[in-house]
């Protein structure tokens, strides 16, 4: 819908809602939400308003209510919980998005998040996730200043909660860690080694405290680390790092396949984050290893079982690298050893998974 500016109340400025210009369309249903043009209308509508338009208007529907203090908090009750659905929505559909590395198209999401949080409370460590997704989406983005800026609010947030005695719940030392490994991106990209690698540092510490240090979870941060080890050509620090994933995941993996869960298995959110993580991994142990090599055939075989929990249209590229392990087994160790023992198994296992 066309904005008229001569329909404003007097006074009243429309901004849009993603990048704060001067509004000329606005949203013809909920009547809310504003935009500079039909592109930023576009990005916001994918992004996150078609999902949370309907809630928006019954949130303008009961503007005022007057009645009994009873019925007037009842009232705000009622709006808070529409507003933490918007913030719980904004969060998940940023959250998605960054997972496929849609970095802008989680920003409007993100934005809607942190606007309703707002609302409620900002004081809330419920603030924290939005600010660190805003930071995530940014640095993703190379704008590195935005995502310093929203980085340091989420600090600040978790500062002042930390002073008030929450230092010690679990929620806390999840965000945390989170916090440390955002800005250790950040750090990363800004060439400063020395600042990241104490703050991933302390995403390690932290998320083990969160999940255990041989979680799934926690192996994500030991890549980064990897990672920042590999750029400074500390290949066999960063090396250390690299097998350690392979081993977590492997454990994590062969757990599922014995509890025969592996093919039904829930994908978990950060799936395509790992899948990136294996291609990468992939990449640097040919070049460093050798494709021949058993390290890279310990690589192989996970990355197999990781393919598996992904579908299975996966289960043909999980039986080529099961194929390719098997081979290294076989040359660098011998028929009986348990690793080509378990390769073969396994071939033989999806094979028939596959008619
Ligand atoms: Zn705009
Ligand atoms: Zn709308």
Request: charged share 20%.
């Amino acid at each position: 819908m066309l904005l008229n500016s001569l329909a404003a109340p007097k006074g009243v400025k429309y901004h849009c809602e993603l990048c704060g210009k001067q509004a000329t369309l606005m949203c013809p249903n909920c009547r809310t939400v504003c935009y500079c043009t039909e592109a930023h209308r576009d990005i916001d509508e994918v992004s996150i308003h078609k999902k949370i338009c309907g809630l928006i208007q019954e949130l303008q529907s009961e503007k005022e209510v007057f009645g009994s203090a009873q019925q007037r908090q009842q009232h705000q009750e009622r709006m808070n919980m529409l507003r933490k659905r918007i913030v719980d929505i904004g969060v998940e559909q940023a959250t998605a998005a960054l997972s496929r590395q849609e970095y802008q198209r989680a920003i409007p999401a993100a934005l809607q998040a942190l606007k309703y949080q707002k609302e409620l409370d900002s004081n809330d460590r419920s603030i924290v996730t939005p600010y660190l997704l805003l930071g995530e989406a940014h640095t993703g983005l190379g704008k590195l200043q935005r995502a310093e800026e929203f980085l340091s609010f989420a600090k600040w947030v978790l500062i002042s909660c930390e002073e008030t005695g929450e230092s010690r719940s679990q929620a806390i030392i999840a965000l945390r860690g989170r916090l440390h490994r955002q800005f250790g991106k950040l750090f990363l990209f800004q060439d400063r080694f020395g600042e990241a690698e104490a703050e991933f540092a302390a995403d390690a510490y932290y998320s083990g405290l969160a999940t255990g240090p041989e979680s799934p979870e926690a192996a994500q941060c030991y890549f980064h680390m990897g990672n920042l080890f590999y750029l400074r050509k500390q290949r066999q620090v960063a090396f250390q790092f690299y097998d350690k994933i392979v081993e977590i995941w492997q454990s994590y993996l062969r757990d599922l396949v014995v509890a025969g869960t592996l093919t039904g298995h829930e994908t978990p959110g950060f799936a395509s984050e790992t899948k990136e993580m294996f291609m990468k991994l992939e990449t640097v142990y040919n070049q460093n290893c050798g494709q021949n090599h058993s390290s890279t055939g310990f690589l192989q075989l996970t990355i197999a079982l990781f393919m598996c929990t992904l579908g299975q249209e996966h289960v043909s590229d999980a039986l080529d690298r099961v194929g390719q392990a098997h081979d290294i087994f076989l040359q660098s160790f011998g028929q009986d050893h348990p690793a080509t023992r378990d390769a073969a198994n396994l071939r033989v296992a999806l094979t028939q998974s596959q008619v």
